[in-house]
């Protein structure tokens, strides 16, 4: 289930940066504990509680019971279905929350390549990087686009109960596409 935030409130939730990797981690693992998540992120568990209680208050994490083994342990997860905003709507928040991302983003592509070799070559040969100059109107850059995120979605779908392994790994995809005046 797709959700349309409209709220600035909402989205202030996720502009935040520890919120945006601790929801980035939680769609990579899956559930988890404060304290799990905590050590991944090596922040402060009180911190890492606080901004989970944070998304949750704004309908991005919920709390998962059933999987407690006691009334102290906590587990959390995404409420599941994808998220999107407007950027007219809302356009200082909506700003200051996709630089977040888009910081993220480039951080994760740098740590890769600083780490390349360190994987394995067929993982080496796998990783893609790839640029594009194309010229289209607004609605075909939009068709291309939904065509694009079909894709992705596909396969997002196909594999995402499977589990991560030696040979199966988190892979993490992203992509850009924007007018610009050369």
């Known amino acids: 289930m797709a959700r349309t935030i409209s709220d600035p409130e909402t989205l202030k939730g996720l502009a935040q940066p520890i919120r945006q990797k601790i929801y980035r981690l939680l769609a990579q693992i899956g ?14 568990p009180g911190q890492t ?11 991005f994490v919920e709390d998962v019971p059933e999987l407690a083994r006691d009334r102290r342990e906590r587990w959390w997860r995404l409420v599941p279905g994808s998220i999107s905003w407007s950027q007219l709507e809302m356009p200082e928040v909506a700003s200051v929350a996709k630089a977040q991302m888009v910081i993220d983003e480039f951080e994760r592509v740098r740590r890769f390549e600083q780490t390349r070799a360190e994987w394995p070559a067929q993982w080496q040969q796998a990783a893609m990087s790839s640029d594009s100059f194309l010229r289209l109107t607004a609605a075909e850059l939009t068709e291309l686009n939904r065509e694009i995120q079909a894709l992705v979605e596909g396969w997002a779908a196909r594999t995402r109960d499977l589990p ?3 040979e199966r790994r988190h892979v993490f995809l992203f992509l850009h596409s924007f007018p610009e005046r050369p």
């Open 31 to 44: 559930p988890a504990t404060g304290g799990q998540l905590s050590e991944r992120l090596g922040t402060d």
């Open 49 to 59: 509680s606080y901004h989970l209680r944070e998304l949750a208050k704004r309908g």
């Open 164 to 166: 991560v392994d030696d």
